[in-house]
């Protein structure tokens, strides 16, 4: 999948190539200089770790998965504070099909609650979809992440209930899904 720079109206979806994941790996001077953005001290997101990153850099390197892509979310206010760095996303290939991918995502807790993740998540899903292969794009987040359920709910996407750890997926988890076909009625 071609990775596309995304604009949109608050964000500056800047996809992540090997240099810049092994940049926010190991100097975040650098990061900051790839992404011409900020790097908050906070940086990294919690879920956003090192073996998360080595995985996404071997993933990057590879191209074993068609759909792995990776976009880091720079906040791009010229009249406040400039660009900073206050988030990331991207997808991967579902193991149990070929024409399913997971979306995740996460946010700096100082920019959590400002509607970026909506935002971002929105401008994806065109492009996701852009990728004919593609039918459907699922999530998953845990049942007292309210944020994280509104993110999903607001792009459209449907509860289907408890995931199972036979999925591929962290059990105790909430599965969502958003087909193909329910971006044409949106």
Same mark, same amino acid.
């Given at each position: 999948?071609?990775?596309?720079?995304?604009?949109?109206?608050?964000?500056?979806?800047?996809?992540?190539?090997?240099? !810049?994941?092994?940049?926010?790996?190991?100097?975040?001077?650098?990061?900051?200089?790839?992404?011409?953005?900020?790097?908050?001290?906070?940086?990294?997101?919690?879920?956003?770790?090192?073996?998360?990153?080595?995985?996404?850099?071997?993933?990057?390197?590879?191209?074993?998965?068609?759909?792995?892509?990776?976009?880091?979310?720079?906040?791009?206010?010229?009249?406040?504070?400039?660009?900073?760095? !206050?988030? =990331?996303?991207?997808?991967?290939?579902?193991?149990?099909?070929?024409?399913?991918? %997971?979306?995740?995502?996460?946010?700096?807790?100082?920019?959590?609650?400002?509607?970026?993740?909506?935002?971002?998540?929105?401008? %994806?899903?065109?492009?996701?979809?852009?990728?004919?292969?593609?039918?459907?794009?699922?999530?998953?987040?845990?049942?007292? %992440?309210?944020?994280?359920?509104?993110? %999903?709910?607001?792009?459209?996407?449907? =509860?289907?209930?408890?995931?199972?750890? =036979?999925?591929?997926?962290?059990?105790?988890?909430?599965?969502?899904?958003?087909?193909?076909?329910?971006?044409?009625?949106?």
């Amino acid at each position: 999948m071609a990775t596309p720079r995304i604009r949109t109206e608050r964000l500056d979806l800047i996809p992540a190539s090997v240099e !810049i994941l092994k940049s926010d790996l190991h100097d975040h001077a650098a990061l900051a200089r790839l992404l011409d953005a900020t790097v908050p001290a906070a940086w990294p997101p919690d879920e956003m770790n090192d073996e998360m990153l080595t995985d996404f850099i071997r993933m990057a390197s590879d191209t074993t998965d068609p759909f792995f892509a990776c976009w880091y979310w720079v906040r791009d206010t010229p009249n406040k504070v400039g660009r900073v760095l !206050i988030g =990331c996303g991207g997808i991967a290939s579902a193991s149990y099909t070929s024409d399913t991918v %997971l979306v995740g995502y996460s946010v700096l807790d100082e920019y959590q609650g400002q509607g970026h993740a909506t935002e971002a998540v929105r401008h %994806l899903i065109p492009v996701i979809f852009a990728d004919h292969h593609i039918a459907r794009i699922m999530a998953t987040t845990y049942p007292e %992440l309210g944020a994280s359920i509104r993110v %999903l709910e607001r792009n459209g996407f449907v =509860c289907t209930g408890k995931t199972l750890p =036979c999925d591929g997926l962290e059990e105790g988890t909430l599965g969502y899904v958003l087909e193909r076909n329910d971006t044409v009625r949106r």
